[in-house]
């Protein structure tokens, strides 16, 4: 192994292996984080900030690149910056500022470029949030094709969420898993299919998190590595068990013909417009009710549990329907379709 | 002209028609900043966020890409953290935060990667500037070769620059002009020179702007577009005219022998290691000698004019060592050697 593959940018365990190579163990932990904040040292999809008079900035940069870059449902401007905005909202942030540096290959089509930043556009104004400073470079036609967009979101927060699933946890989903990854395969292998991405900003979810700041102890959206992906990192950072109810996972029909056909798992396909929060028990069936009220299709699909075992701790286990249980694996090798 | 062109990222006039037509056009003027900060309603390396507080945060973000990645002096690692380091410093941010974003195309050698990493790594640790957050991706060998790097720098500042050159002005540079271009030049060129890259972190500036910070009123490291896109964008933003002395601009022989092979103009050529001043003309001397007491070589190349004339307004001229004078113009077109 003496390349980069495919597989090292699948947001996995091959992706944590290599920068946990190249860069983790190159930097000294009190570099990992700024003083008071949380950084690398906590791996989540942003990092905190904290300032001496007790401001908290939430911040978060992701790299974009999506073929085709038109997609049902959206394109890779509306993905980019909705990933970034979800990423923000997820740690507890609220988004009010975004920075964006677009890469594109020469010859790129300047219509599609319109497109593209008017869908970017369209979701700053929504939701009203700054663009306030950003990068622009051409790459030529024989070293590169289409369009990288990276953004990075900004946003302020006085009680960010940390991710720390408790025992006991009920563990939900906030609406239909796998659509997003699927409609990327649907495109990559030439089926038809009336499904279009969940791809979307999560910002209404904050008036869930402020009103139950003490009972949501985790939240995240399961892009890269899809559900699959955000369950085994939390119960490996927390050492708990994870179990899930296979009945219980809400899978649209248009996903379950899609991943029949190509044989893919919709558990690790990505999602663009869910989140999987991790609540107290005694609070999940009115955190239910409450997203219901602002839009969401929220199902209950598990719990934490503290493993007997010491040998379980980390692991993430579903529940068939008939009865069995099996490992749900941390994603590994080629993500098909790559949708990153 | 219906597709992207290399020229539309050079930096100067052409990438600001295409930014101007496909972003900013399109942004309401209330989202091109947060309440009581700065961002693209005035250009500069980066942005500021002000909080309720007081509290002012300094951010800015851009994408590396240079071919070939490892240069004498440096590697676009080294360029990536120092150049991001230098927008915010440049804006009178001390760096505390940085977050990355590596793309990097299937197949590219993991020793090279591993020295860009460590390049990367070892001026965040000499700077004492921790890494909170990132991204990683990799992108099939059919669509892209080698690698892009994106970094976004996060500072904080009690007194922003915020660049308003005044009449009277002095401008400095702090050190030899046009180096780093020259050295990717005599790359690109199969040139034999013993010059290496500048490229490096200026933030011992920040000594500068705190003891001076009345009187510096402009601060920019010119980069993509050399010492020309600086003046052009700061007598624009302005309305002023700048004069500057063909005497006084530091170039060093090995440039001069390089842009002579070339054709390439020193003062369009990037550089990565050098900041440009205008500082009040009393003050002026004074800065010149605490610049060179930390290291810097510093020389005053010429001053802030109002034009009598109101179309001279926005101007650079160049009054050269036969007494004759020239118009600096905006570099537009291809930006040769490409050095983004």
Not at 313 to 320: A, C, H, K
């Amino acid at each position: 192994m003496d390349r980069i593959l495919l597989s090292h940018g699948n947001g996995g365990k091959d992706t944590e292996i290599i920068l946990q190579k190249f860069i983790f163990s190159k930097l000294p932990e009190n570099l990992k984080k700024t003083d008071g904040g949380l950084g690398l040292n906590y791996l989540d999809d942003g990092a905190i900030i904290n300032f001496d008079n007790g401001n908290k900035i939430v911040v978060s940069t992701d790299s974009h690149t999506i073929y085709p870059y038109f997609f049902p449902g959206g394109s890779i401007g509306k993905l980019a910056v909705s990933g970034t905005i979800n990423d923000v909202v997820m740690m507890g942030g609220r988004p009010i500022a975004m920075l964006d540096s677009i890469v594109v290959a020469e010859g790129f089509p300047l219509d599609d470029l319109d497109k593209i930043t008017n869908d970017m556009i369209s979701i700053l104004k929504e939701y009203n949030i700054a663009l306030v400073s950003g990068d622009f470079k051409v790459i030529p036609s024989d070293s590169m094709k289409g369009i990288v967009i990276n953004t990075v979101g900004i946003g302020v927060s006085k009680n960010p969420i940390i991710d720390k699933i408790r025992e006991g946890d009920s563990v939900i989903v906030t609406g239909p898993i796998g659509v997003h990854g699927s409609v990327v395969a649907a495109l990559q292998y030439g089926i038809d299919t009336k499904l279009e991405s969940d791809v979307k900003p999560l910002i209404k979810l904050l008036e869930i998190f402020d009103k139950f700041s003490e009972d949501v102890h985790a939240a995240r959206d399961p892009t890269r590595g899809g559900l699959a992906a955000t369950l085994n990192e939390w119960a490996q950072l927390s050492g708990k068990m994870i179990v899930v109810e296979e009945k219980d996972i809400p899978i649209p029909e248009e996903v379950k013909s899609i991943t029949e056909i190509t044989g893919l798992d919709p558990l690790v396909l990505a999602n663009e417009g869910i989140a999987v929060l991790s609540v107290s028990p005694d609070r999940a069936e009115e955190v239910t009710e409450e997203l219901k009220k602002i839009g969401f299709e929220p199902r209950i699909i598990g719990k934490v549990i503290e493993p007997k075992n010491k040998d379980n701790r980390g692991l993430v286990i579903v529940r068939t329907e008939v009865g069995g249980s099996k490992i749900l694996e941390m994603p590994s090798g080629d993500i098909v379709p790559r949708i990153c």
